[in-house]
């Protein structure tokens, strides 16, 4: 699986990036010490950064790759047409030989009923791109968005690069250690990129030291791959933080290992004959659904069910299925043992 590589940059128009001179891109992306671009080459379910007929993001793509460089490509979703977004994602990125992609999943995705659309972009997406690194570039702290689909985007993307901007504050440690703690929280676990802020709006803007202390704090968080936004609004504003950026050395690391795998579930193996209830307890005797039989588990040396204990007086209870429950422990007696996990 791969990940943008050292330091890059966003590109969004790439008309106000050094003119679109592709060649220009290049030779300042190499002077400053990148390892990779980003390129805007969708938006929703049209091609992006193609201007009178002139693809400019094939040019910048095949500039980067010409001096040793990353080219990926992105796209802004939006989750009205999921399929129309993917198709024009898969056909760009083919088409223009980017070395991954990633999926800007912000504000339209919040509303309600998107979970659905996520699926079907994403499930698209993946099976037009199977063998490209996909990553998710959205907001820095999920808990605060709890209405984007987090779950369905990251079951098919390989990467989360949240948008660290510590707009308006002067703390970008801080903020990027909370985005990292909170994303590595999140299940299933993925590998962690980021992007800075290197652009100036509505009066505020990054100091250059504000750039260095990110680039510190990712280091020492041992994030391997980290960039900024935007290529042209930092070049046009800010070319202090663009020669901060660029005089920061970056060693570009192998990628991370995969995440460990989880540790197996705790399941159960029947060694006495047992009911099954619709309720933990021993009442009614009308609860009663079924039994379970001495060595059922054992067959293959497959376990029985995953478990889930509860605690009924001296007694312990496991959920089988669903709904419901078979005695562990009822009076002393072991009826249920456990097998694996930790």
């Known amino acids: 699986m791969k990940m943008p590589s050292g330091k890059g940059m966003f590109i969004w128009k790439v008309l106000d990036c050094e003119g679109g001179d592709a060649a220009a891109i290049a030779a300042w992306a190499l002077e400053a010490g990148f390892g990779h671009a980003l390129i805007k080459i969708a938006d929703g379910t049209n091609p992006y950064n193609v201007i009178n007929g002139q693809d400019l993001a094939r040019h910048t793509v095949e500039a980067l790759h010409a001096v040793g460089l990353e080219a990926?490509?992105?796209?802004?979703?939006?989750?009205?047409?999921?399929?129309?977004?993917?198709?024009?994602?898969?056909?760009?990125?083919?088409?223009?030989?980017?070395?991954?992609?990633?999926?800007?999943?912000?504000?339209?995705?919040?509303?309600?009923?998107?979970?659905?659309?996520?699926?079907?972009?994403?499930?698209?997406?993946?099976?037009g791109l199977p063998e490209m690194s996909i990553g998710l570039s959205s907001y820095r702290f999920p808990h605060l968005?709890?209405?984007?689909?987090?779950?369905?985007?990251?079951?098919?993307?390989?990467?989360?690069?949240?948008?660290?901007?510590?707009?308006?504050?002067?703390?970008?440690?801080?903020?990027?250690?909370?985005?990292?703690?909170?994303?590595?929280?999140?299940?299933?676990?993925?590998?962690?990129?980021?992007?800075g802020a290197a652009y100036k709006e509505r009066g505020w803007s990054p100091s250059p030291g504000e750039v260095v202390r990110f680039l510190d704090a990712a280091k020492q968080l041992g994030i391997n791959g980290v960039n900024f936004w935007e290529w042209g609004n930092c070049r046009r504003n800010l070319p202090m933080v663009w020669d901060v950026i660029k005089a920061y050395p970056w060693e570009v690391l192998p990628p991370p290992p995969p995440p460990p795998e989880p540790e197996p579930f705790a399941r159960l193996r029947c060694i006495r004959d047992v009911r099954i209830r619709s309720v933990p307890d021993t009442g009614d005797p009308g609860n009663v659904v079924g039994m379970l039989f001495a060595g059922d588990g054992d067959n293959a040396g497959q376990p029985l069910y995953e478990l889930e204990e509860r605690w009924v007086g001296d007694d312990v209870w496991a959920r089988i299925g669903w709904k419901q429950w078979s005695a562990m422990v009822y009076n002393g007696i072991m009826y249920l043992e456990v097998v694996g996990g930790s």
């Open 72 to 127: 990926w490509g992105w796209q802004y979703v939006y989750g009205y047409n999921p399929l129309g977004e993917a198709a024009i994602a898969v056909s760009r990125a083919g088409q223009l030989g980017v070395d991954g992609f990633v999926v800007d999943a912000e504000a339209e995705y919040k509303q309600p009923g998107k979970k659905y659309a996520a699926t079907k972009y994403v499930a698209a997406l993946r099976t």
């Open 145 to 195: 968005h709890p209405e984007l689909p987090w779950k369905e985007f990251r079951l098919k993307c390989d990467f989360d690069m949240p948008q660290v901007y510590w707009m308006f504050a002067h703390n970008p440690e801080e903020q990027l250690e909370q985005s990292f703690n909170e994303y590595s929280r999140m299940v299933p676990a993925r590998p962690f990129a980021a992007t």
